[in-house]
Nanobody
Framework: QLVESGGGLVEPGGSLNLTCVTS????????MYWVRQAPGKELEWVAD???????YYGDDVKGRFIISRDNRKGILYLQLRAVKPEDTGMYYC????????RGQGTQVTVSS
């Protein structure tokens, strides 16, 4: 199970911290992903982090978002910094890059 939280309304340039609590699988052995879906668009890979903490980011978020994980607690995080209106969307944690196995999502809205 994957349960996201932490979304909300934030002004451009602001920050937000997303959390994904996991259960039911061996979290510490899996690469984990954040994907998002903007209104009217397809799912988009945002970032991923390997079991040992190697992180990779999409070009749109590199330098602004930080993905991290707590293997002991089975929790995945995404820190959003310097957000832009185009970051608006539903954010999902997922077990694959394409979001085939994902949680219910948490909504992020960037607006003034």
């Amino acid at each position: 199970q994957l349960v996201e939280s932490g979304g909300g309304l934030v002004e451009p340039g602001g920050s937000l911290n997303l959390t994904c609590v996991t259960s039911g699988f061996s979290f510490d052995f899996h690469t984990m992903y954040w994907v998002r879906q903007a209104p009217g668009k397809e799912l988009e890979w945002v970032a991923d982090i390997s079991d040992v903490g190697s992180a990779y980011y999409g070009d749109d978020v590199k330098g602004r978002f930080i993905i991290s994980r707590d293997n002991r607690k089975g929790i995945l995080y995404l820190q959003l910094r310097a957000v832009k209106p185009e970051d608006t969307g539903m954010y999902y944690c997922a077990r694959d890059r394409y979001g085939n196995v994902r949680g219910q999502g948490t909504q992020v809205t960037v607006s003034s």
